[in-house]
């Protein structure tokens, strides 16, 4: 899979630059602002009779970083691309797991398979970072992938309060300015409520995340789903030992792995439950 880098060094982007200038992303609040670069293998459009090639590019991007770990990036287009996810796996979950004493070993990742998830710089970024990467079955991620199951919807109906928060809070003035112009016969004010910025929007956003980490019946759930898909193998309330057949192996793109095995023979089994309890 050829991948579309756009322009691989943002060194003249400015966006990132100009939010930590902005109240919430500024130094005092916990902010720094840095650069992420690294070389990564990107396969070339492939020619008729040629073998697949490739070329080092190199990456440099603007971040920034909150002391808790939290990230702000930017890129050209609206989805992550495969620079992005390097970056995501170097600065954010090698990090989480280095701080949550992973074992020696390494660590799973499950995923959905993206193409991109399959691209050589994704695996070699994964194999430098000592992270196993699964790939769910195909066409099968509204049924397996958590963060589809019990995260998305939960993150999308926070925003969507605090959008309703902020729409209140307009009305209210609209309202008092609305009255206030007829009592004086001025021409009344139109109902323009502003559009989010996108300081505002990377604020709500980080609020929705908060209220999630706080809720202790959302964490619940996201355990209680691990398990039910068959992500996560457990042992009572204990996570299996290394040495379980489902850690033995790094399977990497083989959608016939033992992740995938073990999820399908779960989702069967749940599905004959639905169906016995009807």
């Not at 998305?152 to 609305?178: I, V, W």
């Not at 039910?228 to 990497?252: A, E, I, K, M, N």
Request: proline share 5%.
């Amino acid at each position: 899979m050829a991948c579309t880098v756009g322009k691989p060094d943002m060194s003249r982007v400015k966006v990132i630059e100009s939010l930590h200038a902005k109240a919430g992303f500024t130094a005092e609040d916990g902010w720094t602002y840095q650069w992420w670069t690294k070389v990564l293998p990107i396969k070339l459009p492939k020619k008729k009779d040629t073998a697949e090639q490739y070329m080092m590019t190199h990456f440099k991007r603007p971040y920034l970083i909150h002391s808790d770990g939290t990230l702000v990036t930017c890129q050209k287009k609206a989805w992550m691309d495969t620079a992005g996810i390097c970056m995501w796996v170097e600065l954010v979950l090698k990090q989480w797991l280095d701080k949550n004493e992973c074992p020696e070993w390494g660590s799973i990742l499950t995923w959905d398979n993206c193409g991109l998830h399959l691209t050589r710089a994704v695996l070699d970024t994964l194999k430098e970072c000592k992270i196993f990467g699964e790939c769910l079955p195909k066409t099968m991620t509204d049924w397996l992938q958590v963060m589809d199951l019990v995260v998305n919807g939960p993150y999308k109906s926070h925003t969507r309060r605090l959008r309703c928060e902020d729409l209140r809070a307009y009305m209210q003035d609209f309202r008092m300015r609305f009255y206030r112009s007829k009592a004086r016969n001025e021409p009344v004010p139109v109902w323009n409520p502003p559009k989010p910025t996108i300081t505002e929007g990377l604020l709500n956003s980080l609020k929705a995340c908060a209220r999630m980490a706080n809720d202790e019946k959302f964490k619940e759930g996201m355990r209680k789903a691990f398990v039910q898909t068959g992500v996560v193998p457990l042992s009572g309330t204990v996570v299996d030992p290394s040495s379980d057949l489902h850690f033995c192996r790094w399977t990497g793109a083989d959608l016939q792995g033992t992740l995938a095995a073990r999820a399908v023979g779960k989702l069967v089994g749940l599905l004959k439950l639905q169906e016995q309890e009807m």
